[in-house]
DNA sequence: TCGATTGACTTCAAGCGTGAAGTCAAAGAT
DNA sequence: ATCTTTGACTTCACGCTTGAAGTCAATCGA
């Protein structure tokens, strides 16, 4: 069903796409289903990681004593704290992090990097940006970035919007 | 680990993101993990499908005698042949959409729509417009929606060439 | 002080995607 | 005519995400 058809019914009427509006949603649809595998396929192949594993790793390395509140963590990954417990709880099997209650708070989780952990990142983000380059921003110009940047900041949305 | 460290080492230099880049990616990275859960909650909710599914229906609906090939209908859904397979697979269960050999060539597989398959993807489409527009389209401006198309355009990759 | 409420986080069963392995039709070579 | 090769597609085991259900710490009200 083409999404510029007719009204289908509904209480107030459907606004369909027009040319434009179709044009740049398809583009949008096709770079959500498409890039992440062109980024996860180097990372899987050369760190065994995934793009999210990738993201959650280098987000702690980042953060003061690389530790960060799972829920911070959650947010700054753009996933789910179910989604990241479980990844966490993965590294954890590798060795690569430990969780531990925040002092200051007993109802916070604590995610910290183990020496392990810090050197997987530190070996998988030259592969991470390498195809970050190949598959986005090299392709792009001044132009088109600043427009991602913008779009990306009217688009946003923050977990809590989604709870 | 951040994008924009120093080098760690690989036989030509890595060339770390500079902030205009790390700006950009981060918000692509955003839209890429964000986006298609807002679109996905309410066409699961209230029509039993995901996005992925919905776009099959969708091209599928939009094609002559409502029937594409099988390769061809993965190449416009975004999505792998074995993915679509398996997606089929349920259509068919569901009394969706039938597959047969493709007449004019046995090496093709034909998927088609049955009326109960048209009939859910007509009553989908209003809602996953909504979402759209909600989503993304309502929240942006022309310009915007110029950039999208464009930089979908040029980081666009054919199925063929992730072979 | 104590019970109720709220929010952070974990767990795990169910469902889905991936990709290697396999099947099959058509094309090409001999 | 027959065998090999190629490409389309299917299958299915494995691993991952989801989200409901549950646990636990801190806060609030009586």
Known sequence: MSTTANDQGRDEPVR??????KEAW??????VYLLPERLEAPLQRECGMSLFEYLVLSH??????RRLRMSELAFLANGSLSRLSNVVKRFERRGWMERSPDPADGRYTLAALTGDGYAAVVAAA???????????????????????????????VRPVDLA
């Not at 369909?16 to 509006?21: G, S």
């Open 16 to 21: 369909w796409l027009d040319p434009a509006e």
């Open 60 to 65: 702690v390395s980042e953060a003061p004593e």
């Open 126 to 156: 030259p592969v991470h940006v390498r195809a970050v380059r190949e598959a986005a921003l090299d392709r792009l110009d001044a132009e088109d970035r600043a427009a991602l940047a913008r779009v990306a900041e009217k688009l946003r």
């Open 26 to 31: 398809t583009g949008l649809v096709s770079l």
